[in-house]
């Protein structure tokens, strides 16, 4: 016993300074084939965007002309970086707590000098709360394969700054809008190398509600005109700006927006949609759930995968997978303590009770490729897209030489066994 207990000591001493490092680009080996990273170095530098005159929601009282004031947004820009760039880099700051600090640990390089070329752009949208590092790991994958990524700390909703919902409700698809034209209208090297003109949206919780509405789904008129809960419902019906079939929301979604990803939208279970708000999603979707969210409840995304008719949509869905499935970075080593302020670990802020979170990762950053590579770059991605819908269904037969005969239906990119606790179901346009 003695032995046994000096060897686990051991190992965790020898795992120790890798999880002090909380990195956040972890493949593992049996990740699917487009988890790994792509060609590209990676480069980061930050960012501050100011929308001058956004109306307050906070400030707006029942009566009178809405204030509006300055709504300033701090980033981070995720590119693909010139040849040669030595990756590296650290990310100061805290968990869901909103005191205790943190530094992540990636592969990007702080300030790195461009690649030459033009990149599509993508729009990281974290939760209530999050800030913009939570779905970092994604954003230093993508930054790999040819994209700008572009991640924001949205005010009022993030860790040290938790407002009324009601702000969240109101601003968070126009902050991704706002995001859109501010890279648009950059006139520095990253810009130049930006094509906002060919633009996606990964969303995850209220980051996925924005990322619907953004991409054409228009609240409902139940949305607008509850009564209750209370912090569901902003001052003078603000969100009335955002109701399916109204000229705010129409001008809102923008046509350089090409696909959306919602990872764990949150909105369908409170009737934030209808069925007939849910068909202006034209925009080719994939929605990533966990079949036990007890938040944004798996039935109701699924719901939204059901109704959104007019676009040809995916969901994939970890199976008993909580509200926390894929979007989330690994758990920082500081998170498994227990917080004062919070009253608890912020682990399960990050984690899922089933799933390892890299796993997670891992299949999302394989599946976000495959989905944006097709409907942003224009490849052909169709064969990790067209999948036997439950994972669980296909079939491994390959000869001695790794050759897939012709009963071969697993799922591409997966090793063998690989391919567990799985569903990709998809419906076209007009399903």
């Given amino acids: 016993m003695r032995h046994l207990m000096l060897a686990a000591a051991a190992t965790l001493a020898c795992a120790a300074p890798a999880l002090s490092e909380n990195r956040i680009d972890l493949i593992r080996p049996d990740a699917p084939e487009l988890a790994a990273r792509g060609p590209h170095p990676v480069g980061v530098r930050a960012a501050s965007f100011t929308d001058p005159d956004r109306i307050d929601v906070i400030a707006t009282t029942a009566t009178g002309t809405p204030p509006t004031a300055e709504r300033t947004l701090q980033a981070e820009i995720w590119y693909p970086a010139a040849d040669g760039t030595e990756p590296g880099t650290t990310y100061d700051t805290m968990l869901r707590d909103g005191v205790t600090p943190t530094t992540l640990s990636g592969s990007a390089a702080r300030d790195a ?111 607008i005109d509850r009564t209750e809960p209370e912090r569901f419902i902003p001052p003078q019906k603000l969100l009335s700006r955002l109701a399916a079939g ?125 989905f944006l590579d097709q409907h942003l770059k224009g490849e052909d991605r169709g064969a990790f897209l067209d999948l036997v819908p439950d994972a669980e269904d296909g079939v491994w037969s390959v000869d001695d030489a790794g050759t897939p005969d012709a009963t071969h239906s697993y799922w591409p990119g997966f090793p063998d066994r690989s391919a567990k606790g799985l569903m990709f179901e998809t419906k076209n346009a007009g399903q």
């Fill in 113 to 223: 000098a461009p690649a030459e070329g033009s990149f599509p752009l993508v729009i990281l949208s974290h939760g209530y709360p999050g800030n913009r590092y939570l779905m970092s790991h994604l954003a230093e994958n993508l930054a790999s394969k040819g994209y700008v990524v572009v991640a924001a700390d949205h005010p009022d909703s993030t860790y040290d700054d938790m407002g009324a919902f009601a702000s969240t409700l109101v601003n968070r698809a126009v902050d991704q809008r706002f995001l859109l034209d501010s890279m648009a209208g950059l006139e520095d090297e990253i810009g130049a190398i930006t094509d906002a003109d060919t633009a996606a949206v990964v969303g995850y919780s209220m980051g996925g509600y924005g990322a619907m509405i953004f991409g054409g789904a228009g609240l409902s008129q139940t949305a």
């Fill in 246 to 370: 109204s000229e705010d929301h129409a001008a809102l979604v923008d046509p350089r927006v090409k696909a959306i990803v919602a990872i764990a939208p949150w909105g369908r279970q409170h009737e934030f949609w209808d069925a007939d708000g849910l068909a202006g999603m034209t925009k080719p979707l994939l929605l990533v759930a966990g079949s036990d969210d007890d938040v944004s409840i798996y039935d109701a995304i699924r719901q939204i995968f059901d109704q959104t008719t007019a676009a040809t949509r995916h969901l994939l869905t970890f199976d008993h997978a909580n509200h926390n499935a894929a979007a989330p970075i690994p758990a920082p080593v500081e998170a498994w303590a227990f917080s004062e302020s919070l009253g608890r670990a912020p682990f399960d802020h990050y984690a899922d009770p089933v799933w390892d979170s890299v796993r997670m990762n891992n299949v999302l950053q394989h599946f976000t490729t495959a």
